[in-house]
Protein backbone atom coordinates (compact mmCIF):
# COMPACT_ATOMS: atom_id res chain seq x y z
CA UNK A 1 0.00 0.00 0.00
CA UNK A 2 1.20 3.31 -1.46
CA UNK A 3 1.95 6.28 1.59
CA UNK A 4 -0.63 8.46 -0.01
CA UNK A 5 -3.31 5.72 0.26
CA UNK A 6 -2.32 4.94 3.97
CA UNK A 7 -2.68 9.03 4.79
CA UNK A 8 -5.90 8.93 3.14
CA UNK A 9 -7.18 6.05 4.96
CA UNK A 10 -5.96 7.70 8.27
CA UNK A 11 -7.08 10.79 7.68
CA UNK A 12 -10.77 9.83 6.40
CA UNK A 13 -10.96 7.65 10.14
CA UNK A 14 -9.87 10.91 11.75
CA UNK A 15 -12.45 12.78 10.12
CA UNK A 16 -15.45 9.85 10.74
CA UNK A 17 -13.96 10.29 14.55
CA UNK A 18 -14.04 13.57 14.59
CA UNK A 19 -17.76 13.92 12.92
CA UNK A 20 -19.08 11.18 15.48
CA UNK A 21 -17.53 13.34 18.25
CA UNK A 22 -19.23 16.40 17.19
CA UNK A 23 -22.50 14.68 16.34
CA UNK A 24 -22.85 13.30 19.72
CA UNK A 25 -21.78 16.57 21.95
CA UNK A 26 -24.35 18.35 19.66
CA UNK A 27 -26.52 15.27 20.87
CA UNK A 28 -25.96 15.98 24.30
CA UNK A 29 -25.90 19.84 24.22
CA UNK A 30 -29.61 19.46 22.96
CA UNK A 31 -32.19 20.22 26.10
CA UNK A 32 -34.39 17.38 26.29
CA UNK A 33 -37.70 17.40 26.47
CA UNK A 34 -38.49 17.60 30.23
CA UNK A 35 -35.93 19.98 30.37
CA UNK A 36 -37.72 22.59 28.66
CA UNK A 37 -41.38 21.17 30.56
CA UNK A 38 -40.37 21.23 33.95
CA UNK A 39 -39.66 25.09 34.11
CA UNK A 40 -43.42 25.61 33.50
CA UNK A 41 -45.02 22.76 35.79
CA UNK A 42 -42.62 23.08 38.38
CA UNK A 43 -45.69 22.78 41.03
CA UNK A 44 -46.63 19.71 39.38
CA UNK A 45 -43.72 17.59 39.05
CA UNK A 46 -41.71 15.36 41.26
CA UNK A 47 -38.44 16.00 42.86
CA UNK A 48 -35.54 15.13 40.53
CA UNK A 49 -33.64 11.97 41.44
CA UNK A 50 -29.87 12.45 42.29
CA UNK A 51 -27.17 11.42 40.29
CA UNK A 52 -26.14 8.31 42.69
CA UNK A 53 -29.57 6.95 42.74
CA UNK A 54 -29.94 7.23 38.75
CA UNK A 55 -26.83 5.69 38.64
CA UNK A 56 -27.70 2.67 40.80
CA UNK A 57 -31.11 2.40 38.99
CA UNK A 58 -29.91 -0.39 36.78
CA UNK A 59 -28.52 -2.57 39.82
CA UNK A 60 -32.16 -2.02 41.44
CA UNK A 61 -34.11 -2.92 38.59
CA UNK A 62 -32.22 -6.07 37.58
CA UNK A 63 -32.89 -7.26 41.81
CA UNK A 64 -36.55 -6.25 41.29
CA UNK A 65 -37.16 -7.88 37.57
CA UNK A 66 -35.48 -11.03 39.37
CA UNK A 67 -37.00 -11.05 43.15
CA UNK A 68 -40.32 -8.77 42.26
CA UNK A 69 -42.82 -11.54 41.59
CA UNK A 70 -41.81 -13.28 44.93
CA UNK A 71 -41.71 -10.17 47.01
CA UNK A 72 -45.37 -9.08 45.52
CA UNK A 73 -46.94 -12.83 46.64
CA UNK A 74 -44.80 -12.17 49.96
CA UNK A 75 -46.42 -8.97 50.59
CA UNK A 76 -49.84 -9.72 49.70
CA UNK A 77 -49.94 -12.46 52.24
CA UNK A 78 -48.46 -9.87 54.84
CA UNK A 79 -51.25 -7.66 53.79
CA UNK A 80 -54.14 -10.82 54.66
CA UNK A 81 -52.56 -11.42 57.56
CA UNK A 82 -51.64 -8.44 59.07
CA UNK A 83 -54.37 -5.94 57.46
CA UNK A 84 -55.22 -2.45 58.61
CA UNK A 85 -54.66 -0.84 55.18
CA UNK A 86 -56.86 1.97 55.95
CA UNK A 87 -54.40 3.45 58.78
CA UNK A 88 -51.61 2.29 57.01
CA UNK A 89 -52.52 5.18 53.61
CA UNK A 90 -53.37 7.35 55.90
CA UNK A 91 -50.27 7.25 57.96
CA UNK A 92 -48.24 6.85 54.85
CA UNK A 93 -50.27 10.60 53.72
CA UNK A 94 -49.40 12.15 56.82
CA UNK A 95 -45.73 10.91 56.78
CA UNK A 96 -45.36 12.93 53.30
CA UNK A 97 -44.06 9.73 51.68
CA UNK A 98 -44.57 9.11 48.04
CA UNK A 99 -44.90 5.11 48.81
CA UNK A 100 -48.13 3.07 47.75
CA UNK A 101 -49.78 0.27 50.21
CA UNK A 102 -48.27 -2.23 48.27
CA UNK A 103 -44.90 -0.82 48.09
CA UNK A 104 -45.06 -0.44 51.66
CA UNK A 105 -46.41 -4.37 52.51
CA UNK A 106 -43.14 -4.96 50.08
CA UNK A 107 -40.73 -2.99 52.41
CA UNK A 108 -42.04 -5.20 55.36
CA UNK A 109 -41.15 -8.12 53.57
CA UNK A 110 -37.64 -6.94 52.86
CA UNK A 111 -37.10 -5.73 56.34
CA UNK A 112 -39.14 -9.25 57.67
CA UNK A 113 -36.21 -10.95 55.81
CA UNK A 114 -33.31 -9.02 56.92
CA UNK A 115 -34.07 -9.97 60.30
CA UNK A 116 -34.97 -14.02 59.21
CA UNK A 117 -31.54 -13.69 57.50
CA UNK A 118 -29.64 -12.77 60.85
CA UNK A 119 -31.77 -15.39 63.11
CA UNK A 120 -30.73 -17.71 60.14
CA UNK A 121 -27.35 -17.02 60.24
CA UNK A 122 -27.06 -17.05 64.33
CA UNK A 123 -28.89 -20.23 64.37
CA UNK A 124 -26.54 -22.08 61.90
CA UNK A 125 -23.06 -20.72 63.69
CA UNK A 126 -24.98 -22.14 66.90
CA UNK A 127 -25.69 -25.19 65.56
CA UNK A 128 -22.50 -26.14 63.82
CA UNK A 129 -20.82 -24.83 67.42
CA UNK A 130 -23.62 -27.36 69.51
CA UNK A 131 -25.80 -29.50 67.49
CA UNK A 132 -29.38 -29.68 68.81
CA UNK A 133 -33.12 -29.46 68.16
CA UNK A 134 -33.70 -27.08 65.23
CA UNK A 135 -37.24 -26.35 66.71
CA UNK A 136 -36.43 -23.36 68.53
CA UNK A 137 -34.09 -22.08 65.84
CA UNK A 138 -36.66 -22.23 63.64
CA UNK A 139 -39.00 -20.83 65.87
CA UNK A 140 -36.48 -18.24 66.10
CA UNK A 141 -36.41 -17.35 62.46
CA UNK A 142 -39.87 -16.89 62.86
CA UNK A 143 -40.29 -14.51 65.44
CA UNK A 144 -37.27 -12.59 63.79
CA UNK A 145 -39.00 -12.44 60.32
CA UNK A 146 -42.12 -11.09 62.32
CA UNK A 147 -40.20 -8.28 64.17
CA UNK A 148 -38.86 -7.27 60.87
CA UNK A 149 -42.07 -6.57 59.58
CA UNK A 150 -43.62 -4.77 62.71
CA UNK A 151 -40.36 -2.84 62.69
CA UNK A 152 -41.07 -1.19 59.63
CA UNK A 153 -44.62 -0.32 60.91
CA UNK A 154 -42.97 1.03 63.60
CA UNK A 155 -40.57 3.09 61.67
CA UNK A 156 -43.67 4.02 59.91
CA UNK A 157 -45.25 5.87 63.17
CA UNK A 158 -41.85 7.40 64.12
CA UNK A 159 -41.83 9.28 60.74
CA UNK A 160 -45.21 10.43 60.92
CA UNK A 161 -44.34 11.48 64.25
CA UNK A 162 -41.24 13.62 63.22
CA UNK A 163 -42.60 14.96 60.27
CA UNK A 164 -45.89 16.30 62.52
CA UNK A 165 -43.53 17.73 65.02
CA UNK A 166 -41.84 19.18 62.40
CA UNK A 167 -44.75 21.12 60.96
CA UNK A 168 -45.89 21.97 64.42
CA UNK A 169 -42.54 23.98 64.79
CA UNK A 170 -42.60 25.66 61.62
CA UNK A 171 -46.51 26.46 61.68
CA UNK A 172 -45.84 29.89 63.38
CA UNK A 173 -43.68 31.43 61.37
CA UNK A 174 -45.68 30.15 58.26
CA UNK A 175 -49.12 31.81 59.35
CA UNK A 176 -47.35 34.66 60.32
CA UNK A 177 -45.70 35.37 57.39
CA UNK A 178 -49.18 34.33 54.82
CA UNK A 179 -50.48 36.91 57.66
CA UNK A 180 -48.32 39.55 56.33
CA UNK A 181 -48.60 39.08 52.73
CA UNK A 182 -52.37 38.58 52.78
CA UNK A 183 -52.13 42.50 55.07
CA UNK A 184 -50.04 43.62 52.32
CA UNK A 185 -52.50 43.03 49.92
CA UNK A 186 -51.99 40.03 47.94
CA UNK A 187 -54.83 37.42 47.51
CA UNK A 188 -54.94 33.94 49.62
CA UNK A 189 -53.36 32.28 46.50
CA UNK A 190 -50.56 34.40 46.05
CA UNK A 191 -49.63 34.89 49.67
CA UNK A 192 -49.68 31.04 49.51
CA UNK A 193 -47.45 31.08 46.52
CA UNK A 194 -44.68 33.82 47.99
CA UNK A 195 -44.58 31.58 51.44
CA UNK A 196 -43.84 28.44 49.67
CA UNK A 197 -41.24 30.01 47.40
CA UNK A 198 -39.34 32.01 50.58
CA UNK A 199 -40.09 28.99 53.25
CA UNK A 200 -38.88 25.40 53.45
CA UNK A 201 -39.77 22.60 55.38
CA UNK A 202 -42.24 19.83 55.82
CA UNK A 203 -45.03 22.65 56.41
CA UNK A 204 -44.17 23.94 53.29
CA UNK A 205 -43.65 21.05 51.12
CA UNK A 206 -47.35 20.42 51.96
CA UNK A 207 -48.66 23.45 51.37
CA UNK A 208 -46.48 23.52 48.25
CA UNK A 209 -48.80 20.43 47.22
CA UNK A 210 -52.31 22.48 48.13
CA UNK A 211 -50.83 25.01 45.65
CA UNK A 212 -50.14 22.96 42.90
CA UNK A 213 -53.69 21.29 43.44
CA UNK A 214 -55.31 24.81 43.32
CA UNK A 215 -53.21 25.30 40.09
CA UNK A 216 -54.84 22.15 38.22
CA UNK A 217 -58.83 23.51 38.77
CA UNK A 218 -59.34 22.38 42.28
CA UNK A 219 -61.27 24.97 44.18
CA UNK A 220 -59.64 26.77 46.95
CA UNK A 221 -62.07 26.27 49.52
CA UNK A 222 -62.11 22.52 48.98
CA UNK A 223 -57.84 22.01 48.61
CA UNK A 224 -57.87 23.35 51.82
CA UNK A 225 -61.00 21.36 53.28
CA UNK A 226 -58.29 18.15 52.19
CA UNK A 227 -56.09 19.27 53.67
CA UNK A 228 -57.58 19.66 57.19
CA UNK A 229 -59.09 16.12 56.68
CA UNK A 230 -55.74 14.40 55.29
CA UNK A 231 -53.45 15.65 58.43
CA UNK A 232 -53.04 14.40 61.69
CA UNK A 233 -52.83 18.15 63.54
CA UNK A 234 -55.27 19.39 64.97
CA UNK A 235 -53.71 22.71 64.50
CA UNK A 236 -53.19 22.45 61.04
CA UNK A 237 -56.56 21.50 60.37
CA UNK A 238 -58.12 24.44 62.30
CA UNK A 239 -56.17 26.69 60.05
CA UNK A 240 -56.48 24.75 56.94
CA UNK A 241 -60.77 25.07 58.01
CA UNK A 242 -60.30 28.79 59.00
CA UNK A 243 -58.71 29.54 55.46
CA UNK A 244 -61.31 28.08 53.64
CA UNK A 245 -64.08 29.72 55.92
CA UNK A 246 -62.26 33.13 55.18
CA UNK A 247 -62.39 32.53 51.80
CA UNK A 248 -65.83 31.50 51.48
CA UNK A 249 -67.26 33.89 53.59
CA UNK A 250 -65.14 37.02 53.30
CA UNK A 251 -63.93 37.53 56.40
CA UNK A 252 -60.58 39.02 57.25
CA UNK A 253 -57.94 36.33 56.75
CA UNK A 254 -54.97 38.35 58.58
CA UNK A 255 -56.39 37.89 61.94
CA UNK A 256 -57.55 34.82 61.99
CA UNK A 257 -53.64 33.48 60.88
CA UNK A 258 -52.45 35.97 63.69
CA UNK A 259 -54.81 34.81 66.19
CA UNK A 260 -53.66 30.75 64.93
CA UNK A 261 -50.33 31.69 65.21
CA UNK A 262 -50.48 33.09 68.44
CA UNK A 263 -52.68 30.20 70.27
CA UNK A 264 -49.59 27.41 68.45
CA UNK A 265 -47.06 29.86 70.22
CA UNK A 266 -49.14 29.46 73.56
CA UNK A 267 -49.87 26.02 73.29
CA UNK A 268 -45.63 25.17 73.17
CA UNK A 269 -45.16 27.32 75.74
CA UNK A 270 -47.31 25.61 77.91
CA UNK A 271 -46.29 21.99 76.83
CA UNK A 272 -42.52 23.22 77.44
CA UNK A 273 -43.56 24.13 81.15
CA UNK A 274 -45.04 20.57 81.54
CA UNK A 275 -42.20 18.96 80.19
CA UNK A 276 -39.73 20.77 82.89
CA UNK A 277 -42.21 20.14 85.19
CA UNK A 278 -41.84 16.12 84.40
CA UNK A 279 -38.04 16.30 83.76
CA UNK A 280 -37.61 17.96 87.54
CA UNK A 281 -39.25 15.04 88.92
CA UNK A 282 -37.06 12.63 86.99
CA UNK A 283 -34.09 14.50 88.25
CA UNK A 284 -35.16 13.68 92.18
CA UNK A 285 -34.83 10.17 91.39
CA UNK A 286 -31.08 10.13 90.86
CA UNK A 287 -30.74 12.73 94.03
CA UNK A 288 -32.80 10.77 96.08
CA UNK A 289 -31.90 6.86 95.34
CA UNK A 290 -27.81 7.62 94.60
CA UNK A 291 -26.45 11.20 95.76
CA UNK A 292 -28.29 11.32 99.64
CA UNK A 293 -27.54 7.42 100.32
CA UNK A 294 -24.16 8.07 99.50
CA UNK A 295 -23.93 11.69 101.74
CA UNK A 296 -25.15 9.97 104.44
CA UNK A 297 -22.60 6.96 104.23
CA UNK A 298 -20.01 9.60 104.44
CA UNK A 299 -21.67 11.48 107.31
CA UNK A 300 -22.26 8.20 109.43
CA UNK A 301 -19.54 5.88 108.36
CA UNK A 302 -16.67 7.68 110.12
CA UNK A 303 -19.21 7.72 113.79
CA UNK A 304 -19.19 4.12 113.05
CA UNK A 305 -15.67 3.21 112.65
CA UNK A 306 -14.97 5.32 115.86
CA UNK A 307 -17.33 3.13 117.72
CA UNK A 308 -16.05 -0.29 116.55
CA UNK A 309 -12.64 0.97 117.65
CA UNK A 310 -13.75 1.76 120.83
CA UNK A 311 -15.03 -1.11 121.59
Known sequence: MSGALTGGVLGLAVAL???L???RAAAIRRPRLDDRVLPYVRDLAPARRPAAAAGSSGVRSSATAVLGPALRRAADVVERVVGGAPSVRRRLRRAGSALTLHEFRVQQVQWGLAGFAVAAAYGLLRAWSR?????PLLLA???AFACGVLLRDNRLSAQVRRREEAMLTEFPAVAELLALSVAAGESPVGALDRVVR???GELSRELGNLLARIRTGE???EAFDRLAAGTGLPVVARFAHGVA???ERGTPLADVLHAQAADVREAARRQLIEQASRKEIAMMIPVVFLVLPTTVLFAFWPGLIGLSLSY
Open 21 to 23: VLT
Open 198 to 200: RSG
Open 17 to 19: GLG
Open 219 to 221: PVA
Open 131 to 135: PGNPL
Open 141 to 143: CAG
Open 245 to 247: VAI
